[in-house]
T-cell receptor, first 113, second 115 residues
Framework: AQSVTQLDSHVSVSEGTPVLLRCNYS??????LFWYVQHPNKGLQLLLK??????LVKGINGFEAEFKKSETSFHLTKPSAHMSDAAEYFC???????????FGKGTMLLVSP | GAGVSQSPRYKVAKRGQDVALRCDPI?????LFWYQQALGQGPEFLTY????????KSGLPSDRFFAERPEGSVSTLKIQRTQQEDSAVYLC?????????????FGPGTRLTVT
């Protein structure tokens, strides 16, 4: 079975400061991992994905994530938060076979001026 | 636009009523997924179609839930005899292929409230 654990339900940062959203995964084999973002009343949008190529993955809007197999982690980072980054972020792993997604419980990112 | 659309966006049903939720995937997308997102939780997988074939329905919570995609494009999720615990946002996603590397594109969801 596959699962993801998002270690923080809420993260608060000030605009212009770094963002770190933590995710640990459990997988019996090499996983594909994703980060999705959900703005209020909008659909889920893919930020970035890891599919066994480079371990440092760059995504949209300045976000990036590093796959660390030894730590079973896939943390999401951004050097400088913007007000528009305030949203809920989901770490996601695929199940075996095709591409059914298993979501974490989400981390709400709050950005203050 | 050319994204995934879902209708209705909001649905209020009295307990015991049947509801039907529609999903229009991106044209040409082979795979279609339904997810259920309860308040404060991440989406949970319900069922998966590849073209018109329902390849996995292991996430459907009970036999009151039924999904179809008869012509390999539009899909309908039907819930019979709705219960309060069915209140959630139902998300539809489509993907160009079924392989793990392909991005899933999500619709805005249908918020179902059972009273």
């Amino acid at each position: 079975a596959q699962s993801v654990t998002q270690l923080d339900s809420h993260v608060s940062v000030s605009e212009g400061t770094p963002v770190l959203l933590r995710c640990n995964y459990s997988s019996s084999y090499s996983p594909s991992l994703f980060w999705y973002v959900q703005h209020p009343n909008k659909g889920l949008q893919l930020l970035l994905k890891y599919t066994s190529a480079a371990t440092l993955v760059k995504g949209i809007n300045g976000f990036e994530a590093e796959f660390k197999k030894s730590e079973t982690s896939f943390h999401l980072t951004k050097p400088s938060a913007h007000m528009s980054d305030a949203a809920e972020y989901f770490c996601v792993v695929t199940l075996s076979g095709y591409s059914t997604l298993t979501f974490g419980k989400g981390t709400m990112l709050l950005v203050s001026p | 636009g050319a994204g995934v659309s879902q209708s209705p966006r909001y649905k209020v049903a009295k307990r015991g009523q049947d509801v039907a939720l529609r999903c229009d995937p991106i044209s040409g997308h082979v795979s279609l997924f339904w997810y259920q997102q309860a308040l404060g939780q991440g989406p949970e997988f319900l069922t998966y179609f590849q073209n018109e074939a329902q390849l996995d329905k292991s996430g459907l919570p009970s036999d009151r839930f039924f999904a179809e995609r008869p012509e390999g494009s539009v899909s309908t999720l039907k819930i019979q005899r709705t219960q309060q615990e069915d209140s959630a946002v139902y998300l539809c996603a489509s993907s160009l292929r079924g392989a793990r590397a392909y991005e899933q594109y999500f619709g805005p969801g249908t918020r179902l409230t059972v009273t």
